[in-house]
Nanobody, 124 residues
Framework: QVQLVESGGGLVQPGGSLRLSCAASGSTLGYYPIGWFRQAPGKEREGVLCISSSGGSTYYADSVKGRFTISRDNAKNTVYLQMNSLKPEDTAVYYC?????????????????WGQGTQVTVSS
């Protein structure tokens, strides 16, 4: 059974940093594209970044370019989302997801497995 577990969220002041982790069990993440999405209260789920099976990254949210990066450690079966220079508008629940068929996609409905999410709150 495939399980994805996000961790690393929390409360951080504006300008601070967090690193989110997406750890997998029952699956080898390195074979699949892994996306990070976020959903703020009252808003639709938004694609943030995706990393392909070959390690290439795709940004889906212009607002995070230059601040967020995605990486993977296949030995640890984990994908990371490094978030720097955080802003209050980054506040959301962040989810990682695995897509079984195809490459990275901004469309969250195309992903097959999801973690439970981790809350990120940026506030002074």
């Amino acid at each position: 059974q495939v399980q994805l577990v996000e961790s690393g969220g929390g409360l951080v002041q504006p300008g601070g940093s967090l690193r989110l982790s997406c750890a997998a069990s029952g699956s080898t993440l390195g074979y699949y594209p892994i996306g990070w999405f976020r959903q703020a209260p009252g808003k639709e789920r938004e694609g943030v970044l995706c990393i392909s099976s070959s390690g290439g990254s795709t940004y889906y949210a212009d607002s995070v370019k230059g601040r967020f990066t995605i990486s993977r450690d296949n030995a640890k079966n984990t994908v990371y989302l490094q978030m720097n220079s955080l802003k209050p508008e980054d506040t959301a629940v962040y989810y990682c997801a695995r897509r079984d068929l195809g490459s990275c996609s901004v469309d969250w409905v195309e992903y097959d497995y999801w973690g439970q999410g981790t809350q990120v709150t940026v506030s002074s």
